[in-house]
């Protein structure tokens, strides 16, 4: 069945600094999800991408969907202490469902 | 504007007691309802789904089973809880495929 891997599994950065984290998949993807978890609680929506080269942002936060649709990107800029979390990427498999991908852990050190 | 309520929030059950979980959506008519579980530390693992009343489609095999016995109601059960049962169930909902909502979860910690 369809996968999506994410890297890195991990990361820590001093606040300030910038974080990007990527969702990989062998076979093109409809559309790529973004969601954010933060410890303790559960997965909020955060954007969804469906065009070839597609990128949209939310203040600090950049979303890029690869022209070949079979990656995606979400990058941080200047992370700050509340940007801490678990950092899913999700795509359509199947008419109903979504799979998810491994998530990305992100330790923002003050 | 449309909610989703999940309860309990925590849940300490010893082996073998059964399980019951409530999942009810307000403010929107047929949705697609998700169960799915997650594993401290871990990703998401979806469960069950389910596209309407009485149909539930059921995505691992396993000691769980649930039904949906209303449109906006959707229940995880099991009769004997495992000690690998243990985790963070969250309840999603979506209309349309366009992302979940998900409920605040229920930690379940079986011993």
């Known amino acids: 069945g369809q996968q999506v891997m994410q890297i890195p599994q991990y990361q820590h950065v001093q606040e300030g600094e910038d974080f990007t984290t990527y969702c990989n998949s062998s076979?093109?993807?409809?559309?790529i999800q973004w969601y954010k978890q933060r410890p303790g609680g559960h997965p909020v929506f955060l954007i969804q991408l469906v065009k070839s080269g597609e990128v949209k942002k939310q203040k600090r936060l950049t979303f890029q969907f690869g022209e070949a649709k079979k990656n995606s990107s979400l990058h941080i800029t200047a992370t700050q202490t509340t940007d801490v979390g678990t950092y899913f990427c999700?795509?359509?498999?199947?008419?109903?469902?979504?799979?998810f991908g491994t998530g990305t852990r992100l330790k923002v050190l003050a | 504007s449309q909610t989703i309520h999940q309860w309990p929030a925590t849940l300490v059950q010893p082996v073998g007691s059964p399980l019951s979980l409530e999942c009810t959506v307000e403010g929107t008519s047929n949705p697609n309802l998700y169960w799915y579980r997650q594993a401290a530390g871990r990703g998401l693992q979806l469960l069950f789904y389910s596209v309407g009343i009485g149909q539930i489609s059921s995505e691992v095999p396993q000691n769980l089973s649930a039904s949906r016995p209303q449109d906006r109601q959707f229940i995880l059960s099991s009769k004997k809880l495992l000690l690998s049962d243990s985790g963070f169930y969250l309840c999603?909902?979506?209309?349309?495929?366009?992302?979940?909502?998900f409920g605040s979860g229920t930690r379940l910690t079986v011993v």
């Open positions: 999603a909902w979506s209309v349309s495929g366009y992302g979940y909502t």
């Open positions: 076979t093109t993807l409809s559309n």
């Open positions: 999700a795509t359509t498999s199947g008419t109903y469902k979504y799979i």
